[in-house]
């Protein structure tokens, strides 16, 4: 029997690196659903090639072009947040979650309903409703398997351990398009500069996160959902090379580190494959040619995002998806040019202290109650940007 796959979010980054594991033992999968948003000729295109059951867009507008791109195709069309929703709740064995901000929630908790298998990239889910994924999961007796690379090398370096031999965990950052700027010409970097990153090849919102470090501020908040260590265990540490995405510290002092190419198909392989670890067609990496690699600490002055990230985990509650809300809303301040690209972890800093002093750390996490404050944390970064 064919193993059933969907992918959300299929005309992504993410999605386009799954689909080109797929294409590789055609013979192996079904799929189901496939999402996207406005790349309606990329959905199209692959729904057609992998004979999907359906092909959904998120946006209403954009239905009859789907409609018209999968004529006579005998796959059918839908779209909406709903469509989305409905299509995670399809049978599949496993399913991709990687639609880029907080809308990849919803679905992510529709599929694990099901008891599925969810590849994690959306690492937003965690960010913002942590708790509310994990205790779905269990319920339904489903998996998460994380696919974000740090995380990937994570759960790969704890296989076999037990948790209390754990004493920290560190994450690796690139340090990203700015890595080398003075600092005070960072202040007028444009959106073509910071989205330009030295090693990964990724969608163009997290590329600028990952050059103001919001990304790896994502990171060490989902490092903490998703295997339950205590803030002060979890460390960031600049490696240029992007080689080594994580070592995890051991109490007898051993660190266990995973060594990799950075190509995400790599860790979308690893979730494909679980618990079988696939062949994959990615370089072999020749490591007397690399010759070294370099780690240093992060600068906080530069990367101000993770002591945000420190406050978030502080505070706790829907702070995440307050601190969410509010980082997504200011890139897309930055990227249309209302504020500059050093304004945007002020503006977040400033949503996140007004909506604590609204007790935010204090609030049960529900899906109403995560959407409530991700809207409240958006129209107070928009607030705070048309102030400026
Ligand atoms: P992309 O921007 O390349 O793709 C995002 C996908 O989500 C596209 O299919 C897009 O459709 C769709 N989409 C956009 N907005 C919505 C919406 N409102 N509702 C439903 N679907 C939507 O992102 P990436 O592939 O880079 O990232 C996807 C997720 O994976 C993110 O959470 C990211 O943080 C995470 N991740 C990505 C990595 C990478 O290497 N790219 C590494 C680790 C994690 P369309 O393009 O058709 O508009
Ligand atoms: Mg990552």
Known sequence: MKRRVSIFGATGSIGESTLALLRLKPEVYEVVALTGGQNIDALAKAAREFHAEIAVTAYEDRL??????????????????????????????????????????????????????????????????????????????????PVDSEHSAIFQALNGE??????????????????????????????????SHPNWDMGKRITIDSASMFNKALEVIETREFFGVEPDQI???????????????????????????????????????????PDLPLERLDLAKIGQLTFKAPDLDRYPALTIARTVMEIRGLAGAAFNGAKEAALDGFLDG??????????????????????LGNAAITLESVREADQMARRRAFESMAAQ
């Open 64 to 145: 009859d072009d789907l409609k018209t791109a999968l004529a006579d195709s005998g796959i059918e069309a839908a779209a909406g947040a709903e469509a989305i929703d409905e299509a995670a709740c399809r049978p599949a064995d496993w399913i991709m979650s990687a639609i880029v901000g907080a809308a990849g929630l919803p679905p992510g908790l529709k599929a694990l309903e099901q008891g599925t298998t969810l590849a994690l990239a959306n690492k937003e889910s965690l960010v913002t409703a942590g708790p509310l994924l994990l205790d779905t999961a269990r319920a339904h007796n489903a998996t998460i398997l």
């Open 162 to 195: 037990k948790m209390d031999a754990v004493e920290r965990v560190i994450i690796t950052a690139s340090g990203g398009a700015f890595r080398d700027w003075p600092l005070k010409d960072i202040a007028n970097a444009t959106p073509e500069q910071a989205a």
């Open 235 to 277: 460390e960031v540490l600049i490696h240029p090379e992007s080689l080594i995405h994580a070592l995890v510290g051991f109490r007898d002092k051993g660190l266990l580190a995973h060594v990799g190419p950075h190509d995400m198909r790599h860790a979308i392989g690893f979730a494909l494959g679980y618990p079988v670890r």
């Open 338 to 359: 209302r504020i500059g690209f050093t304004d945007m972890a002020p503006i977040v800093t400033g949503v996140i202290e007004i909506m604590s002093r609204e007790g």
